[in-house]
């Protein structure tokens, strides 16, 4: 043990470092990680964060407004969450609203591989947000959750896109009434 | 079983004591006294976790002669753990593991005191483990491996050379295994190794809610997406059989729509509970390479994994094959990478007047500094919502108002140093 301590001491002499003082309030690694990707971000017009609590930066919500596609009008918001394991878990991401969207279901779960088969803990919480505006741009039918909305998108591109357009006025499909999200432009 | 004199008087150790007396090419210390090996009696090692692994170790360290054992683990015995953890009997189901184990390996290894924890290894402190010489792992849990990892690396301090606790961290997955050694601070870390873990094996949300193929799809969908629909009971609880059963259930129907065959209530406790199946050699074979490193690092015997070789990989999928390699130290590390250096502040200075001076001192030159504490924001740039929320702390100050105090650990990021994090511990003029 003597040995491994004189390296030790080599070492920290090297980095010309002092000691370090008291021993309270450390930081978690998810906490860490995080502070690191919030700082990263980029958001761009079309997307803001809300903190309930700064303080709690592993909970926030993530608002979306499309300027362009079918959703173009929408607003649409996602809580994230991060427990203590990320970023080897991926972070838990739910739409709040009840939406018409061949990758998202009526309980607001979201069909994106790196939320779940593709997650790498080198990826960040800006490939997350990149993939969520995608999905709203380019809506895949080929990966359904909601199947109806998928095979409307399928079938014809003119019926699915009237279908957004009703459902996000907070009309219903199929006897399935779904969440106005229409927000009215200042 | 019958007594004889070398299983309990001090003969016993006789061979370990030759294998620690003998000069060899690899034994570092030549003139190995008596009371050199009476010194290891005196080592207190902690165990975490008394499960398929944790048994193993207890046994083999107490029958290397480690006399001052701690054990801690959560858990109480499930009827299932008893193929392999063979220090539980059928009598001892439902009750603490770390108690049970620590009692029989005490009764068995006479001379051997094993102090048992109850609990999470989130309820002890610091100080805790500051009382023990090496701390052995044998756990299931990601989570849990990182936590006394970070408190490990933490706890590091130059003015202590007894704050560096060596770190053996077994794992095995079926008849996969692995041993690594770290020295905390000097060697890769476990947060260094994340990406090494492989991610738990998923299947796609889409694929579980319109094309099942397979078994454990319906059962997944059953978990993931019927349950959460029809909420049959308000929390789903995995030992719980009724629930179990309802997901079986569930899942049967969904697997008969689909024309899938092999949904059974095992498989389907199976894939809820993410079991994989835990083979007692295996066990066998990391806890013995663990404490082989606890015994060589203790004793100074021979060299032990850690410095050039950290990572040992055991692999019995197909005959035998083990390889020890070198592992590198992350550079950007959220953990071990940057460690806290002392940072003296004024108290009644304000938080603005902090981050001005990052801007100011020399090997810092931060312009737009964001900082946190544990569990407080303190002002971040970015993103916009959260700048406003925090440009008030600006103006406060850092003791009386933001509560900030000697010992509390500030970390600083800038978008200008993406791979960096700079992280202080403060104390005050």
């Known amino acids: 043990m003597l040995k491994i301590w004189s390296m030790k001491k080599e070492q920290q002499k090297a980095e010309n470092a ?30 803001r964060t809300i903190f309930a609590d700064a303080d709690d930066i592993l909970n926030f919500v993530l608002e979306i407004k499309p300027d362009e596609g079918v959703y173009h009008g929408g607003l649409f918001t996602f809580t994230f969450n991060m427990d203590q394991n990320y970023p080897h878990e991926p972070p838990k991401v739910r739409c709040q609203q009840k939406i018409y969207h061949p990758n998202i279901d009526l309980e607001g779960k979201v069909c994106l591989n790196i939320l779940r088969e593709d997650w790498k803990p080198v990826l960040n919480l800006n490939a997350v947000i990149v993939g969520l505006q995608f999905l709203f741009l380019e809506p895949n039918a080929s990966d359904p959750l909601n199947k109806e909305a998928a095979e409307d998108l399928r079938s014809s591109r003119e019926n699915f896109r009237r279908n957004v357009r009703t459902s996000m006025t907070g009309g219903s499909i199929r006897g399935t009434s779904y969440d106005r999200v229409m927000f009215n432009r200042a | 079983m019958a007594t004889t004199a070398a299983s309990t008087g001090p003969s016993r150790w006789q061979y370990l004591d030759k294998i620690r007396r003998n000069p060899g090419p690899f034994n570092q210390d030549s003139d190995v006294g008596d009371e050199a090996l009476a010194a290891q009696d005196k080592a207190k090692i902690l165990v975490i976790g008394a499960g398929g692994l944790g048994c193993e170790i207890l046994k083999d360290l107490a029958l290397s002669r480690f006399k001052d054992i701690h054990v801690i683990d959560m858990d109480t015995i499930d009827i299932s753990n008893l193929n392999r953890q063979f220090l539980f009997r059928q009598d001892d189901v439902g009750k603490f593991k770390a108690e049970v184990a620590a009692a029989f390996v005490e009764k068995r290894v006479k001379g051997t005191k094993i102090t048992a924890h109850n609990g ?30 970070a408190m490990l690396v933490n706890m590091v301090d130059m003015e202590d050379q007894d704050s560096l606790k060596p770190l053996i961290d077994g794992g095995t997955e079926g008849f996969k295994g692995q041993t690594r050694v770290i020295f905390p601070t000097l060697t890769p870390c476990i947060e260094c190794q994340l990406d090494l873990y492989t991610p738990r094996a998923a299947v796609p949300l889409c694929t579980l809610a319109t094309i099942p193929r397979q078994p454990e799809h319906c059962i997944e969908w059953a978990h993931i997406i019927a349950w959460e629909e029809q909420k049959p009971f308000p929390n789903l609880d995995k030992d719980d059989p009724e629930h179990i059963t309802w997901l079986y259930q569930k899942a049967s129907a969904r697997a008969q729509e689909f024309g899938i065959s092999g949904v059974t209530y095992s498989l389907t406790q199976g894939v809820v509970k993410n079991i994989i199946p835990a083979i007692a050699s295996t066990n066998a074979i990391i806890a013995a390479s663990c404490c082989n490193e606890a015994l060589k690092i203790a004793t100074t015997a021979a060299p032990a994994l850690g410095f050039e070789e950290s990572y040992m990989m055991y692999s019995g999928d197909d005959s035998i094959y083990t390889s020890t390699f070198k592992y590198d130290k992350k550079p950007d590390c959220t953990v071990c990478g940057e460690v806290a250096k002392p940072l003296q502040v004024d108290p009644k200075m304000t938080l603005k007047e902090l981050l001005d001076s990052f801007a100011l001192k020399a090997d810092l030159q931060l312009k737009k500094p964001s900082i946190r504490a544990e569990g407080k924001t303190l002002y971040m740039q970015f993103p916009p919502s959260i700048e406003e929320q925090t440009r008030p702390n600006l103006e406060k100050t850092l003791q009386q108002d933001l509560g900030l105090d000697v010992g509390h650990e500030v970390v600083v990021t800038d978008p200008a140093f993406p791979t960096l994090t700079f992280r202080f511990i403060l104390s005050f003029v």
């Open chain 1, 18 to 47: 002092e000691g370090a003082g008291g021993k309270k309030k450390k930081i978690t690694a998810a906490q860490l990680r995080v502070q690191k990707d919030l700082s990263e971000l980029s958001l761009g017009s079309t997307m």
């Open chain 2, 120 to 149: 999470r290894i989130q309820d002890f402190n610091e100080d805790f483990y500051m009382q023990f010489q090496i701390v052995v792992c044998g756990l299931d849990s990601i989570e849990a491996r990182r936590w006394i990892n």
